[in-house]
């Protein structure tokens, strides 16, 4: 799930800053190629008079029937992922994740293929999108788009009260997509803030598959939270532009609905990890942090006491302690914390291998499968499983695999850079005109480097340049914006 999903606006600029020029320069920057080759376009156009069969039989089940449905951001059409849910007679839940089958029209080492293992993932920029695959497919073709017949992958999982999956499968199917449905809105109306959207107020049958969707996820999290999954949460921002100038910056607000789509990925990706265990395959996962002993001397500034060894759940009752006590500043905290366990990382696995697991979601199976229109990591995961259900032999060597997770990692983490470098860009666009404004702000940061504080609405950070002295992480202040730069990024601020 990425949260900032948003078109490409023409010509836009703020003070004389070409942002979407400059985007591709950061992109570049990081060793992105934004643009396609010409061996794609072809091969797009071989796809326009040989598409691939999409029909049910043999070994593809036709499942148009059920009562599919997406969530996704308002702005979303590279869709990868479908979900549907069933109670059973021994009251457990069924539930069936559809995802878009990709490599059906992206066959290995193809021209799309190949570019797609280069770039590793779509990147959100927030003005812009540098799709992985050419829109054509993944917001066309290959996207699991609203009354469209399409070709999926189908991760299916029981799950009974307690929130444990008790059995699972995975098969090829025909579905179709018979609500496209976005976050916000279907999150308030399960949370009880606001009417159905309509789509869903139209339909009792749909408002009962969510609900049961629903009370499934909320299940699964909590059997997560049992095993120590950490309960993080973090500050995500999207632009808001009004005539092609970016105006504000806005919080993305986690909710019912998002943690619906996040549990049912996190269970989804379990199922096809434990699947894969004896074949060669990728891996998604988060060491044991190696700097627990700073973890534990933060929480020990809190009055908390972490035992020496890592532990997952003694962490996390730290941190839904601390969300308790100080909401405000627990994203500041979990910041710190993700900081300090260290990025994630794919590795090969070969049969055999001990799992060294996901430490921050307290599993010890968890690969990449359910964005296959947005991460190529996926697209390998994919192939490996219509390999497996074919009974053909792995497509992919073990040097290969190892090829594509280091790629995989690095361009991972260029992509957060990029995203991170743009969205400074877009809150200094976001606040120029506001030059001599007055704010309400906590401290979030005093380093030799300087102070930081983050404003709370509209919600950017920048540098307290002006009477810093004395400012104390946490402490809370008054303060005057009196500067931007856009095409550096920098918002300064002086104490009010």
């Known amino acids: 799930m990425n949260l900032g999903n948003y078109k490409a606006l023409p010509n836009l600029s703020s003070s004389h800053v070409d942002l979407q020029a400059t985007a591709k320069d950061v992109m570049r920057q990081h060793g992105f190629e934004p643009h396609f080759p010409p061996a794609v376009q072809q091969q797009l156009a071989d796809l326009q008079v040989h598409p691939p069969a999409i ?33 059973l007679s021994s009251g457990d839940v069924k539930v069936l994740v559809g995802i878009a089958d990709v490599d059906a029209s992206v066959p290995k080492q193809s021209a799309i293929d190949q570019h797609a293992a280069r770039e590793t993932t779509t990147v959100y920029t927030g003005i812009r999108n540098f799709p992985m695959l050419p829109e054509e497919l993944s917001t066309g073709k290959t996207s699991l788009l609203e009354n469209q017949d399409r070709l999926s992958v189908v991760i299916e999982f029981v799950a009974d009260g307690g929130g444990h999956v008790t059995s699972s499968d995975v098969y090829r199917a025909l579905v179709r997509n018979r609500a496209q449905l976005q976050y916000n809105s279907v999150g308030a109306w399960l949370e009880g803030t606001a009417a159905a959207p309509p789509k869903v107020g139209a339909s009792a049958d749909l408002q009962a598959q969510l609900r049961l969707q629903d009370e499934v996820a909320q299940k699964l999290k909590n059997r997560r939270y049992e095993n120590g999954a950490l309960n993080l949460e973090t500050d995500e921002t999207y632009p808001l532009v009004l005539n092609a100038q970016v105006v504000d910056v806005v919080k993305q607000q986690k909710n019912y609905a998002t943690e619906l789509i996040e549990d049912f990925m996190i269970a989804a990706n379990g199922v096809v990890a434990r699947l894969l265990e004896k074949v060669s395959s990728l891996r998604r996962i988060v060491k044991q942090p190696e700097r627990w002993d700073r973890i534990v ?24 302690k601390r969300k308790t006590a100080d909401s405000d500043h627990f994203a500041d905290l979990s910041l710190a914390v993700i900081k300090l366990i260290g990025p994630g990382e794919y590795v090969l696995e070969r049969p055999g291998d001990p799992a060294p697991g996901h430490f921050g979601l307290a599993v010890q199976d968890y690969t990449h499968s359910t964005a296959p229109n947005r991460r190529f990591a996926d697209i390998v995961t994919q192939r490996l499983i219509k390999a497996m259900l074919a009974g053909q032999r792995n497509p992919y060597a073990d040097d290969e695999l190892s090829v594509v997770a280091a790629n995989c990692t690095e361009k991972g983490d260029a992509a957060r850079k990029v995203e991170r470098e743009m969205s400074k860009r877009l809150a200094a ?31 950017v950070e920048g540098l307290l340049a002006q009477g810093q002295q004395g400012a104390d992480v946490g402490d809370k202040l008054r303060v005057k914006l009196i500067r931007t730069d856009v095409q550096r990024g920098y918002i300064d601020f002086a104490r009010a």
Not at 297 to 318: C, H, I, W
Not at 430 to 454: C, E, H, L, S, W
């Open 55 to 87: 029909a049910a039989g043999g070994n593809v089940r036709d499942l148009r029937d059920r009562l599919w449905s997406s969530i996704d951001n308002d702005t979303s059409r590279d869709l990868d992922q479908i979900e549907v849910a069933e109670r």
């Open 297 to 320: 001397q933060l929480a020990a500034t809190y009055g908390e006491k972490l035992p020496a060894e890592p532990d997952s759940k003694a962490l996390n009752d730290f941190l839904v």
């Open 429 to 459: 666009a976001a606040m120029q005109n506001r030059i001599g404004a007055i704010f309400d702000a906590v401290v979030t940061g005093a380093t030799p480097k300087g102070t930081f504080v983050r404003v709370l609405q509209p919600h």
